[in-house]
């Protein structure tokens, strides 16, 4: 069982930027392929970014590539999402998800469904 707390989140004007944290307080994800994803008023929840156990690989949506990164802390248990340049339609309630790595991960990386494991959220607002 991992249980993943979000921290981080608030409201920012446009081009200004956010890092939030995920961690599992008493747990590891050492193993664990970690995840970010979010979701706006009305819309179904969507991947973000996430990054692999194995090799520290990473994957991000178009729409945040260049603005955001995903890195992680072992040895503190955490994960973090970078977010700089926001726009307005970054505003969401953004979530952090943790599956134990697969060899398939490229593929079910984008999933919200292929994650057992996931944070209660936090809201990210940014205003133009």
């Known amino acids: 069982q991992v249980h993943l707390v979000e921290s981080g989140g608030g409201l920012v004007q446009a081009g200004g930027s956010l890092r939030l944290s995920c961690a599992a307080p008493g747990g590891t994800f050492s193993s664990y392929d970690m995840g970010w994803f979010r979701q706006a008023p009305g819309k179904e929840r969507e991947f ?15 729409s945040v ?3 955001f990164t995903i890195f ?4 503190k248990n ?3 999402l970078q977010m700089n ?10 979530y952090c998800a943790a599956e134990p790595y697969r ?24 205003s133009s």
Not at 85 to 94: F, G, I
Not at 111 to 123: D, F, R
């Open 103 to 126: 060899s398939d991960w490229y593929g079910r990386a984008r999933i919200p469904n292929a994650y057992t494991y996931w944070g209660q959220g936090t809201q990210v607002t940014v």
């Open 78 to 80: 955490t994960v973090y």
């Open 72 to 75: 992680r802390d072992n040895a």
């Open 65 to 67: 590539k260049g603005r």
């Open 85 to 94: 340049s926001l726009k307005p339609e970054d505003t969401a309630v953004y």
């Open 48 to 62: 973000v970014a996430v990054n692999s156990w194995r090799g520290g690989s990473t994957l991000y949506t178009d």
